[in-house]
């Protein structure tokens, strides 16, 4: 059995140990016993520091290895190069390898072989250089660390002694370096060299903080640059491998390209890259087992890489300034494109350089790269109670969020990053400010008339979503109707009416009683109930001013138990169907004022029925990429269509899928919005969960608040202040709260509501 010594046994050695043992060779691991996770899965272990090359050499020779190795450590490197060149091994010469580690000889190098880098001065602890020739903004950075350690942008030169201190105190050597700024892009070089012949793997787009730090947060493979450009990278890459005598094993080089496309060398390291770029990004895009290929190297081995396949790839890493990873690292299992994830730390900091994030996971995708929502720019129209959940969710995930809608104290402006005074129902001047900004996507929430504005804007930016059509055919009942007919779907009787007399004409022909609605409204508002002429007759009258429409629609009243789902279609396939019971409010008509999951509507085959007719229904009405609120009706046995909406139902709906799935729902609605991946959503099992609107039944002055305390109750929150006047209730808009609970059974949670909460007096109403 062959022996490889490994110098480290930190994290970042962990996949190069377990590769050599599959490859059946003994592992020897050098390391402090601090952070050396590698120790419990090497055969053996040295506690040593991996700069004591000698000791190392000794043991080595002892052990009477066959190869020696390191990746993504920029400080074993040397003793790697050192313990080779001693006993006689493949690698690099210890004289390169202490080049490519510092920063200094590095440059002086790379500029001598006539490869572009930044201007730059070197400093130590023992004598300050001569600065006149430097000019802001300037970087300053230790000459021999990696991980962003001790990296500063300077623009102010009184800053500028107090960050080459910093850099000072961290550099194992003590030297600083003081360089120009360079604008541009930021990429790495993946290659693998054996006897000075330099094979060429992949180039990586790199994602950091920027100034002052530069602190990684994402990389993808393979890097979107034209494939012309990418030749000539990887052609300077060989140069300056030449240039730095590096022969043998793997290399990371990252560059700067500026707008006027100078390429500029920043770094080469005589290692693989870290952040699991060479462990596992370019595995997983190209096909080639770097690991093994670099533990051939090291073995003497002559190699030949082959890429077997050509896919996407990509690290996110966790921290302060990228809080939603949480979102993916969480529901990792349920993203078939995330391979790997781990929450590393519980606490969450700000960056100053690699050793603060907090976790990561790891993406492959054969078709496109696996985006998260961060930067991108979304638009919500209306900042009222239905979108500030939206609004605060898309903040939370790095979005910047454009609010549209009239002046007003809607609570959902507080959170917008932008807030236009603009007429949403004015789709011109949306469409204008969408363009203008940029966006990536447009939501709304628990609205159906926004629906055409939205519709129109997805087709004039080619967004995700229901186009304008659609999107009229979804936001007006009749319309919808029309369609429901046209291609089989099971919905009730109906006749579009223009005025009065048409109306009581067209429920004679269908029979009382019958339901009056507005085909403009949401929330159950326009909608009526009627069991006489008179009563229709009246309804027609209250109901009139409330549509923007000349008709309206009169169906027959399907007598049965209420229901209703909430689904998302992306790319013409329902990723999930949630059935959910009602709490309904009897008033004119029935209006929901609470939902649960799961339905405990009994039926064999309720699901299976109510999914074939949604499916019948989103291509009736030819919806996609949306949310859907659907209202359904189990008549003997076979569930009707009322109504589909392409947007996510109200009265908490989304918290209620959100807690049923143990998953963020506006994050979905978010991602659905900008063509994002959305989790698999297949369940066995819902968490049983509760949403729950209270109302006053008083039009008055609010005189006490109360919350309920019962167990089970995951959010509540009231509204209104004491001072303020609420109204008697009669439509969705006169909600005082919202309320979620969970329970361990439906029968339980459903038994506690309706004991304690719904009895409950959640407001003191004084009566004007």
Not at 372 to 381: E, P, Q, Y
Not at 434 to 448: H, N, P
Not at 625 to 645: M, P, Q, R, S
Request: glycine share 8%.
């Amino acid at each position: 059995m062959k022996s490889l010594a490994i110098i480290g046994a930190s994290y970042l050695q962990r996949p190069l140990v377990e590769r050599a043992r599959q490859m059946g060779l003994r592992t020897i691991c050098f390391s402090w016993p601090e952070g050396a996770v590698c120790k419990e899965i090497c055969d053996v272990f040295y506690p040593i520091s991996i700069t004591e090359k000698e000791e190392i050499t000794r043991i080595c020779k002892d052990e009477r290895i066959d190869g020696v190795c390191t990746i993504a450590s920029d400080v074993a490197a040397p003793t790697v190069a050192y313990v080779a060149e001693q006993l006689g091994l493949t690698g690099n010469k210890y004289e390169a390898a202490v080049r490519a580690h510092d920063k200094h000889l590095m440059r002086a190098a790379l500029v001598a072989a006539g490869v572009d880098c930044p201007h730059y001065v070197v400093e130590s602890r023992k004598s300050k250089v001569e600065r006149s020739g430097l000019a802001l903004p300037l970087i300053v950075k230790p000459s021999d660390r990696s991980g962003s350690l001790g990296v500063q942008k300077i623009t102010r030169w009184e800053d500028l002694d107090a960050a080459v201190q910093k850099a000072l105190d961290v550099s194992i050597i003590g030297e600083a370096l003081i360089e120009e700024y360079i604008e541009g892009r930021e990429i790495s070089v993946e290659m693998i060299s054996c006897g000075g012949v330099h094979h060429a793997l992949q180039i990586t787009d790199k994602v950091t903080t920027g100034a002052p730090h530069f602190v990684e947060l994402a990389h993808h493979q393979p890097s979107d640059l034209p494939a012309a450009m990418q030749d000539h990278i990887f052609d300077i890459s060989r140069q300056a491998l030449d240039a730095l005598g590096l022969t043998n094993g793997a290399s990371h080089s990252e560059y700067k390209i500026t707008k006027e496309g100078r390429i500029v060398v920043m770094e080469i390291g005589g290692r693989m890259g870290g952040d699991f770029i060479g462990s596992n990004l370019v595995q997983l895009s190209t096909g080639y087992d770097f690991l093994q290929g670099v533990i051939e190297v090291a073995l003497g081995e002559t190699i030949q890489p082959v890429k077997t396949k050509a896919a996407y790839s990509g690290v996110y890493f966790l921290s302060g300034v990228t809080p939603e990873v949480q979102f993916y690292i969480t529901h990792a299992s349920d993203y078939k494109q995330i391979v790997l994830s781990e929450q590393t730390d519980t606490e969450i900091r700000p960056l100053t350089c690699s050793a603060d994030r907090s976790g990561y996971f790891i993406y492959c995708d054969a078709h496109r790269r696996f985006e998260t929502l961060r930067d991108k720019t979304v638009m919500v129209l209306g900042g009222g109670r239905y979108q500030l959940p939206l609004i605060r969710a898309a903040r939370a995930a790095g979005c910047r969020v454009l609010v549209l809608g009239w002046p007003g104290d809607f609570p959902g402006y507080e959170y917008a990053s932008k807030w236009y005074d603009v007429d949403i129902m004015d789709s011109d001047a949306v469409i204008r400010i969408a363009k203008d900004e940029a966006i990536d996507g447009i939501v709304g929430c628990g609205s159906d008339f926004i629906l055409p504005t939205i519709g129109r804007v997805v087709d004039a930016l080619g967004l995700p979503g229901t186009g304008y059509h659609s999107s009229v055919v979804a936001s007006d009942k009749s319309l919808m109707k029309a369609a429901f007919a046209r291609t089989g779907v099971r919905t009730a009787i109906y006749e579009q009416v223009e005025n009065k007399e048409q109306a009581i004409e067209a429920a004679e022909r269908i029979g009382y009683p019958v339901v009056l609605k507005i085909v403009d409204g949401s929330g159950s508002k326009g909608v009526v109930i009627c069991q006489d002429t008179q009563a229709l007759g009246t309804a027609y009258d209250d109901v009139l001013p409330l549509t923007h429409h000349p008709y309206m629609v009169v169906e027959q009243f399907v007598d049965g138990v209420e229901f209703g789902a909430q689904a998302f279609v992306q790319n013409g396939h329902l990723q999930f169907v949630m059935l959910h019971g009602d709490i309904v409010y009897q008033g004119n008509s029935g209006i929901p004022v609470g939902h649960y999951a799961p339905s405990l509507t009994e039926y064999e085959g309720l699901q299976a029925d109510a999914e074939e007719q949604l499916r019948r229904a989103i291509e009736a009405l030819e919806i996609d990429n949306c949310a859907i609120n659907a209202d359904f009706i189990l008549h003997d046995g076979k569930v009707f269509v009322l109504e589909i909406g392409a947007r996510a139902g109200a009265t908490c709906l989304p918290e209620l899928v959100s807690e049923c799935y143990s998953i963020d729902y506006y994050t979905c609605l978010l991602c659905g919005a900008c063509g994002l991946p959305l989790p698999d959503m297949k369940r066995d099992r819902l968490h049983p969960a509760l949403v729950y609107t209270p109302f006053s039944t008083k039009t008055g002055t609010v005189k006490a608040l109360h919350k309920p305390t019962c167990e089970g109750i995951v959010a509540c929150e009231i509204y209104p202040q004491v001072g303020d006047e609420v109204h008697a209730f009669r439509t969705a808009y006169d909600r005082i709260g919202h309320l979620v609970m969970e329970g361990e059974s439906m029968e339980e949670l459903l038994h506690c509501f309706e004991t304690q909460i719904q009895p409950f007096e959640f407001v003191q109403v004084s009566e004007n």
